[in-house]
T-cell receptor
Framework: EDKVVQSPLSLVVHEGDTVTLNCSYE??????LLWYKQEKKAPTFLFML????IEKKSGRLSSILDKKELFSILNITATQTGDSAIYLC????????????FGQGTILTVHP | SQTIHQWPATLVQPVGSPLSLECTVE??????LYWYRQAAGRGLQLLFY??????ISSEVPQNLSASRPQDRQFILSSKKLLLSDSGFYLC??????????????FGPGTRLTVL
């Protein structure tokens, strides 16, 4: 059974701090790993990673995948209060319909 | 551009009452459609998925059912709600990308409270 584990489950920081969120996975026939940000309602897509060692970057957020060690990290530099959210990691395995297996999420709180 | 709608946004229902949540997608054809439930603001659990009209697969045994009467319409139903059905229900769509990627786009969700 596919499995995704995120750590830490919650994190409280102050504006300007840098945070690293972790995602480890076990999956049959890996296809891709995705990160989402969820504030109040719908999760919004951040990154999709398919290859090891290639960093994806968007502003202050970046993510990288290690397919050998089966994990990914999401980095946020110079955090702002608007970064407060649940960050979800999901893994797509080898099913034809594109099933995503989600982790429990990391609740990030950024204080001013 | 593609958009996904869900309604209602919030719902409070008594135990034993029926349920019907609707999801529609615009701007794409033949999408894969998914229903998820999220409990207590944590990870998402896949309930149902559909790869075409009338094609429904269930991921977990439960008190709920799903139907896809039209290409871009996905409905989540129950004949008799249980307290444990409370949660945040999210609909999502995707198109499978070349190379194996599967970016899913989520609707705004329905918060269901069963009393």
């Amino acid at each position: 059974e596919d499995k995704v584990v995120q750590s830490p489950l919650s994190l409280v920081v102050h504006e300007g701090d840098t945070v690293t969120l972790n995602c480890s996975y076990e999956v049959t026939n890996f296809r891709s790993l995705l990160w989402y940000k969820q504030e109040k309602k719908a999760p919004t897509f951040l990154f999709m990673l398919t290859s090891s060692g290639i960093e994806k970057k968007s502003g202050r957020l970046s993510s990288i995948l290690d397919k050998k060690e089966l994990f990914s990290i999401l980095n946020i530099t110079a955090t702002q209060t608007g970064d407060s959210a649940i960050y979800l990691c999901a893994n797509r395995g080898g099913t034809s319909y594109g099933k995503l297996t989600f982790g429990q999420g990391t609740i990030l709180t950024v204080h001013p | 551009s593609q958009t996904i709608h869900q309604w209602p946004a919030t719902l409070v229902q008594p135990v034993g009452s029926p349920l019907s949540l609707e999801c529609t997608v615009e701007g794409t054809s033949n999408p894969n459609l998914y229903w998820y439930r999220q409990a207590a603001g944590r990870g998402l659990q896949l309930l149902f998925y559909s790869v075409g009209i009338g094609q429904i697969s269930s991921e977990v045994p439960q008190n709920l059912s799903a139907s896809r009467p039209q290409d871009r319409q996905f409905i989540l139903s129950s004949k008799k709600l249980l307290l444990s059905d409370s949660g945040f229900y999210l609909c999502a769509w995707s198109r499978l990308l070349a190379g194996g990627g599967n970016e899913q786009f989520f609707g705004p969700g329905t918060r269901l409270t069963v009393l």
